[in-house]
């Protein structure tokens, strides 16, 4: 992604998304979407604080990934 498109579409969404992934024992890892700032991903709390959190199964973040199910938003 070329630099101009990056900065547009970090004006575009600037949010800083926590995901919490849980995995049937119950453990929970956490990954931060950085897409208001760096526009980067890395493991562990959003810093600073998250605009959103998102909480879901493990299953559930492969099933979105996969394209199985849809994230709908109002």
């Not at 956490?30 to 980067?40: L, N, Q, R, V």
Request: net charge positive.
């Amino acid at each position: 992604m070329s630099e101009k498109v990056s900065k547009l579409t970090l004006s575009q969404t600037n949010g800083i998304f926590e995901l919490q992934v849980s995995n049937t024992q119950k453990e929970t890892v956490t990954w931060t979407i950085d897409a208001k700032k760096t526009g980067s991903v890395y493991k562990g709390k959003a810093t600073p604080k998250a605009d959103i959190t998102i909480i879901l199964s493990d299953e559930t973040l492969q099933d979105l990934a996969a394209g199985k199910v849809r994230w709908i938003s109002d």
